[in-house]
Every structure is written in structure tokens, then in C-alpha cells.
T-cell receptor, first 115, second 116 residues
């Protein structure tokens, strides 16, 4: 299995531009998570989906952020307009939901720099 | 509120020496506890997890962790560190109901450096 795939791996953009981050979860997994990692705040959950439905988006910082999961094999995280304080590494993770907790598998992350 | 504290930001040990990374959590009941490792430029990889039962859990790469309820701790240990263990280590707690696929709350991480 290829694991969780994220693209792009690096993104450099200018303030005000739209940024779209992409994630392909592991096949068969039905939960997907978006995290943001910064030096100041560490690793934070932004939003997670179960069976393509957003369950908890309380971590999404503001309306500039939006996430979609149109099908079980693809999700996007969009920032519009982007700001320098959005610079961070964004991780996508997936897991298979069952009666017990299951391991979250993380992608390699997208390093976003907003100038 | 649930929280995870890793009091050591950066630790340096000599190769072959033993290692202990500290993790304390705040939660009203017995949590699910995890240790993840992040190598430079990589995502997080699960080292081990504790759900219930034996309080000493074994993980990959020779790591183990012990859950101590009285101390609200879940410290990670390795008897002999290898240079390839240099990475950042994250303790995490959650999710907060059985069967829930809710979020993990992560500590701020401990960066491990290994001296030759």
C-alpha cells in the first residue's frame, strides 16, 4: 500500500492567493483527519471526516479555511485568501473506524509558506 | 479539558545509552495513550499505544512505555539508543469515547538528538 498521499509536498505562495492541499487516504479507510503543525502551537486537529461526512470542524481557524471530501479516496483543504500566519506543515491522516480505536496513519505533510 | 504535557523540549543522549521521554496527561478517566515518532521531513509513525490491560506496552523499534495512573504518566523508554532514533517524539491522548474516531490531542513533542 502506498500509504496516505499528500500533494503538493511544498507550496510557496503569496498572501491573498488561494491554496489547495490534497490528500488521498489509504484504501479502505473511512476516517480522514487534517492536522496543522507549527512551532508555536504544535500539532492541532483542524477537521475530521467519517464516511466522507465532516464530524468535527471546530479546529478550523476561520472562514478562510474549508475542507471537502467528495468521495472516500480524496479530500481537499483550501485556504482562501491565504495569510503569512497560515505558514505551517499540514498533515492528512486516515484510519479505519470500528468499535475500538484504530491507528491513524499520517501522510508526509505539505509544507506551506505564505509570503 | 484534556491536555498532554511533554516537559522536555530537547534531549540529547549518547548512542547506546538508555532513554526515557516523559509524558503527562490530564483527563478524567482512563484515556487511550499513544506515542508517535516523526523523522525529519516525514509524517508521524505510531510507536505504540495503550488502551487497557497490562500497563507496560511494547512497541516497534525496541521502544516500550509504561502507563502509571497514579502519576497520570505514560513515559517512553528504550534501553539502548541508536543513532537512527534521532527524531521528534509525540505523546498523544484520545479519542474520548469508545468507538469514537475523534481527534487525538498531541503534546508539543520532544526532540531527541543522539551523540556518537
Amino acid at each position: 500500500d502506498a500509504g496516505v498521499i499528500q500533494s503538493p509536498r511544498h507550496e510557496v505562495t503569496e498572501m491573498g492567493q488561494e491554496v489547495t492541499l490534497r490528500c488521498k487516504p489509504i484504501s479502505g479507510h473511512n476516517s480522514l483527519f487534517w492536522y496543522r503543525q507549527t512551532m508555536m502551537r504544535g500539532l492541532e486537529l483542524l477537521i475530521y471526516f467519517n464516511n466522507n461526512v465532516p464530524i468535527d470542524d471546530s479546529g478550523m481557524p476561520e472562514d478562510r479555511f474549508s475542507a471537502k471530501m467528495p468521495n472516500a479516496s480524496f479530500s481537499t483543504l483550501k485556504i482562501q485568501p491565504s495569510e503569512p500566519r497560515d505558514s505551517a506543515v499540514y498533515f492528512c491522516a486516515s484510519s479505519y473506524s470500528s468499535l475500538g480505536y484504530n491507528e491513524q496513519f499520517f501522510g508526509p505533510g505539505t509544507r506551506l509558506t505564505v509570503l | 479539558a484534556q491536555s498532554v504535557t511533554q516537559p522536555d523540549i530537547h534531549i540529547t543522549v549518547s548512542e547506546g545509552a538508555s532513554l526515557e521521554l516523559r509524558c503527562n496527561y490530564s483527563y478524567g478517566a482512563t484515556p487511550y495513550l499513544f506515542w508517535y515518532v516523526q523523522s525529519p521531513g516525514q509524517g508521524l509513525q505510531l510507536l505504540l499505544k495503550y488502551f487497557s490491560g497490562d500497563t507496560l506496552v511494547q512497541g516497534i523499534k525496541g521502544f516500550e512505555a509504561e502507563f502509571k495512573r497514579s502519576q497520570s504518566s505514560f513515559n517512553l523508554r528504550k534501553p539502548s539508543v541508536h543513532w537512527s532514533d534521532a527524531a521528534e517524539y509525540f505523546c498523544a491522548v484520545g479519542p474520548f469515547s469508545r468507538g469514537s474516531q475523534g481527534n487525538l490531542i498531541f503534546g508539543k513533542g520532544t526532540k531527541l538528538s543522539v551523540k556518537p
